[in-house]
Every structure is written in C-alpha cells, then in structure tokens.
C-alpha cells in the first residue's frame, strides 16, 4: 500500500509549518518533508525541532538537500542530533541542488559529488567512520538509522540512487515517466549487488482534490515549470533519441526562469506549461480521479506520494487526502521509512 507525505517550502512563521505537520499526522500521513534552499526560504533544520516536539509518529526529513551548500559533514551532524531529538523519526532527501545553488549565483555538482557525499552522511549519522577531504573520522555519539533518498531524473543520477539510496525521488505523477525512470535505478542497484525490490520509489508532486480543474492547475502550473530546469539541464547532456518526448518535449515553449519565484503559485514563467502537461505531471481533480492517478503510481512502483504543498490551501489538501483517500489507500501500518 502506499505512504504518504507531504512537503512544505520553509514560508514565515515556522509554527504554520508545524501546525500543518501535526494536521498530517493527525490524518495519517507518514512524512514531513521541507525544501532546503536558504536563501528562498527559511533555514528548515531549526523548523525540523519544533516539528519533532510537537508529534509522535511522523517521519521527517529535507526533500532535497545537497552536498554543497552544507558541508555533508554538517548535514549529518545535523540530521544525527535531529534523530535523537525526534526519537529516530529522520530521512534525508539529497539531490545535486538546484534552486540552492542557482539563487546565489553557483552550478549544481557533479552525480559523482552526490553519490560520495551521500556515502559520507549516511556513514557518519549512522555512527560509522567516513572518508571526507582526504581525512577519515566519525560522529562518536551518532547512532541509529538514516534513510537517504537521492532525486534524480537522468540516467546517471538515478543509477546513483540505485547504488547507493535507500530511496528514489521522482520530482513528477505521470506513471508513464516513473516507469521510464526506473528503469536506470534498477541498472544501478544491479551494478552494485543490490535488490531493485529493496529501494523505495517517492513520487512527489503538487495535488489538489477538487472538481474545479480550473483553478487547481492555476495552483499547481508552476510545477512543471519547476520541472524545466532539470529537463533543460538533461538535454544539454543527453542525445534526444536517449530522452522520452513526454518529458523533454514541453520546454520548447520555455523562454526563461526566475528562481525568485521558484515554486510559488502564479509564477509568470510558468505560462508556457500547458494544461495537458500539469495534468500528467501532477495529482488534481476529484477525489475518484485522483484515487486513479495514485492507484497508477502505485502500479508504476511507487511506494510514497509526496505533495507539493504550495497552493492556496494546504491545510484543505491534506485533510482531503486523510479524508478521502488515505483510507484506501495508505498504508496503515503507520510510517515506516526505507530499508536503511
């Protein structure tokens, strides 16, 4: 059965982000993620402590953070002290970094940076000794399980992601892609020895239950456009025979990107993305329909559907999905992350 979760882009006050938490938690959902980027966004690690005082079951981490913004020996610091603090209820999202990187001026790193790096804070939350810069030490007082989860979208990273994570992120809800996608995740686990069958597979994206599909792809248009950057960056490196068009194709109407108003709704770069194109990339109309998309996801071989929270009202999402849709379709057994 599936898991759910829920993201939240680190917005003034942190108590509303903590509010919000403790409604999932109350619904049935079994994460809490929040985006790292610190310059759009308020820092997320002190948020993490009021999130893990304030609940009891669900599970928490950053969807995504990255090697090169902090340290990764700070990041599993970080996340190491957060476990303690929440009772072992931490995962960490790691990708190459984008919208952190780009907003100060500075290019996402290399898929090798990411796979070392998330080697590292793995090893090192988890009370191991690493290698890093050359020195090999440890968190003494570190203990427990960190469950790492790489996003990705080209071949490489996601073979990355089948080496080394405990899970997958796939930034988008057309079951067709998740299928494309995952097939290099298990080329990777099956280079390193590992079971495909052991990653989990995270789709996130924004949702929005509703029969007014007007407005909700108002609300959600400036995910697929969020989306661009990564399908710009893979065609430069990429031939286009190696690329499905129902991922690349879309970005020819693309003319520019403001990162100031990185996911925020009612973004005016987003205009060029079509209906069509939110529809298949995201989770939106009634609760039947949405149900069909997710039962679709699930077939594809995703584990977790984790929204994208910034539209109008959040709050009403989530109670939506524990109202309307958890109940069929979650997992009931309550949070449980990746095989670490």
Not at 11 to 38: C, K, M, N, Q
Not at 317 to 339: H, Q, T, Y
Request: aromatic letters at 8%; one cysteine or more.
């Amino acid at each position: 059965m599936l898991s759910f979760g829920v993201c939240f882009s680190a917005d003034p006050p942190p108590s509303r982000i903590v509010e919000l938490t403790r409604a999932a938690e109350e619904v049935g959902f079994d994460y809490a993620w929040l985006w790292d980027s610190h310059v759009l966004w308020q820092d997320p690690y002190p948020v993490f402590t009021l999130m893990a005082t304030a609940t009891s079951r669900i599970r928490m981490g950053p969807c995504v953070t990255n090697p090169a913004t902090r340290d990764p020996t700070v990041t599993a610091s970080a996340l190491a002290t957060l476990n303690e603090i929440s009772g072992g209820r931490m995962d960490m999202g790691i990708g190459r970094g984008d919208s952190a990187r780009r907003v100060i001026g500075r290019k996402p790193v290399t898929v090798d940076e990411l796979e070392q790096a998330t080697r590292v804070i793995k090893d090192l939350a988890e009370g191991r000794p690493a290698t890093h810069g050359g020195t090999e030490f440890r968190l003494k007082w570190a203990k427990g399980s960190l469950p790492v989860w790489i996003a990705g979208y080209g071949p490489k990273a996601l073979r990355a992601a089948g080496r080394v994570g405990d899970g997958v992120i796939l930034q988008l809800a057309d079951p067709y892609l998740v299928e494309w996608l995952l097939r290099f995740v298990r080329e990777g686990a099956e280079e390193a020895g590992r079971r495909f069958e052991d990653i989990k597979v995270m789709s996130a994206a924004p949702a929005y239950v509703t029969a007014d599909l007007a407005h909700a792809r108002e609300q959600v248009r400036w995910f697929p456009a969020l989306v661009s950057n990564h399908v710009v960056d893979l065609v430069k490196r990429y031939e286009p025979k190696d690329l499905p068009k129902e991922l690349t194709d879309y970005i020819a109407a693309r003319d520019h990107y403001d990162y100031s108003d990185h996911g925020r709704v009612g973004a005016e770069h987003a205009g060029f993305v079509t209906d069509e194109v939110v529809d298949r990339f995201c989770v939106i109309g009634t609760a039947d329909a949405c149900e069909r998309r997710l039962r679709d996801l699930e077939s594809a071989g995703v584990h977790q559907f984790n929204i994208y929270s910034m539209v109008d009202d959040p709050e009403g999402v989530i109670r939506a999905f524990g109202k309307e849709l958890i109940p069929s379709l979650g997992n009931s057994a309550g949070a449980r992350g990746p095989r670490a």
